[in-house]
């Protein structure tokens, strides 16, 4: 069974590059969603229902059950997943992204989700914006760059029409969380700006996963930690 890897926003495939190496296997296959370094399909509106169904019809053609892990928006595609076709699943890991009604989109995310203001606010991400606040917030800085410059008009589109189809995805989708009950694991930041890790520790609690907390670490804990999440993944691998 293949292990398949996804990525969030505004990353691609490349989120997982330091990782990968650290990994024993040999059957890792790390996507991209449609519009994030790929193209997008005629009449693609990038709303979290056709991206989950992406996910979905990506993971079918795999033929067996596989161990998949998310990031960020990866992240809650892959739980909505496991909560919709658990029969395509072996194992799940995410982090940086929890599905829970309780929680609030974070300031960027907002301001994405307001027409008009995230058209401005996109015009403003340019490279060199990008790589810094990237920076900023936690990516390596040999990899913020490579992140940064990826980001082009057609994933802004996206990203806008994503956030903007999740303003309730919370509430629209914990419901299927409830019914996870694949072998699991959440991996997370402690420094996450974007999600405080005790929307992880919900969601373990609610599925029967195991957390897993880099303390040190901020929200793209594939780079930061790369090999700590290696050894973890190939753990969870191990015991199913």
Known sequence: MPAIFVHGVPDTHHVWDALRPHLSRDDVSAVDLPGFGSPVPDGWNATKEEYANWLIAAV???GAPVDIVGHDWGALLTAR???LRPDLVRSWTIGGGAIDEEYVWHDMARSW???GLGEQVMQGMTSAALEAGMTAAGVP???AGVTASNVDDTMKDCILK????ATEVGKEWQPGTENIDRPGLLIWGGRDPYMQVGFARKMAERTGARLLVFEDSSHWWPLEKPAEAASALEELW???
């Open 60 to 62: 079918e053609k795999a």
């Open 81 to 83: 997943l496991v909560s």
């Open 113 to 115: 989700q307001t027409p």
């Open 141 to 143: 800085a040999e990899h």
């Open 162 to 165: 994503l956030y903007r189809s």
């Open 238 to 240: 191990a015991g199913v």
